[in-house]
Antibody
């Protein structure tokens, strides 16, 4: 059974750095073809893809946010970490981590999401 | 402004059929990249509905179907039910500077 769970602060101040952790089970990120993505959704708005890390440690970032994002993995802990620098109120959103498995690159399992509010 | 364009809303009565379009360009859908569809019920995380343009994951009813042609894709839902009321998103890959994975702006399905 594949599960993913996001953890991190619910509230951050403007200019601070956000660190989110995705802890997963039911698969290994060292298995060929497995990937984990971060996706966010501002309240009442659409999904926005942020970053992805692959089983072979390849990393990909949203072009518009890549200067602020860093994604990494700890395969032994079954965790993926996303950091986003210089947080702004417009970054207020629910942040999801999700797995890309073996279904033509589709995101087949999602975490429940964690709401991050940026406010002073 | 999303790279993939979806209608903001569609509606239909129970039992009817609706379609949701997802229009892209030559750098994403038109380049041959697969389209995936997700259903997001209110207050929940998205759920994979269609992968690889037209394939249903295990457990998804055959009332849901997907297709792709040229620079566009469509999701069709037949035999509408009350619990189909949700937001629906398409997703693909884009090889331009706009990013790697891209989502549509989402479509709100209202059951009349």
């Amino acid at each position: 059974q594949v599960t993913l769970r996001e953890s991190g602060p619910a509230l951050v101040k403007p200019t601070q750095t956000l660190t989110l952790t995705c802890t997963f089970s039911g698969f290994s990120l060292s298995t060929s073809g497995m990937c984990v993505s971060w996706i966010r959704q501002p309240p009442g708005k659409a999904l926005e893809w942020l970053a992805r890390i692959d089983w072979d440690d390849d990393k990909y970032y949203s072009t518009s946010l890549k200067t602020r994002l860093t994604i990494s993995k700890d395969t032994s802990k079954n965790q993926v970490v996303l950091t986003m620098t210089n947080m702004d109120p417009v970054d207020t959103a629910t942040y999801y981590c999700a797995r890309i498995g073996l279904l033509n690159g589709a995101t087949d399992y999602w975490g429940q999401g964690t709401l991050v509010t940026v406010s002073s | 402004q999303s790279v993939l364009t979806q209608p903001p809303s569609v509606s239909g009565a129970p039992g009817q059929r609706v379609t949701i379009s997802c229009t892209g360009s030559s750098s994403n859908i038109g380049a041959g990249y697969d389209v995936h569809w997700y259903q997001q019920l209110p207050g929940t995380a998205p759920k994979l509905l269609i992968y690889g343009n037209s394939n249903r994951p295990s457990g998804v009813p055959d009332r849901f179907s997907g297709s792709k042609s040229g620079t566009s894709a469509s999701l069709a839902i037949t035999g509408l039910q009350a619990d189909d009321e949700a937001d629906y998103y398409c997703q693909s890959y884009d090889n331009s500077l706009s990013g790697r994975e891209v989502f549509g702006g989402g479509t709100k399905l209202t059951i009349l």
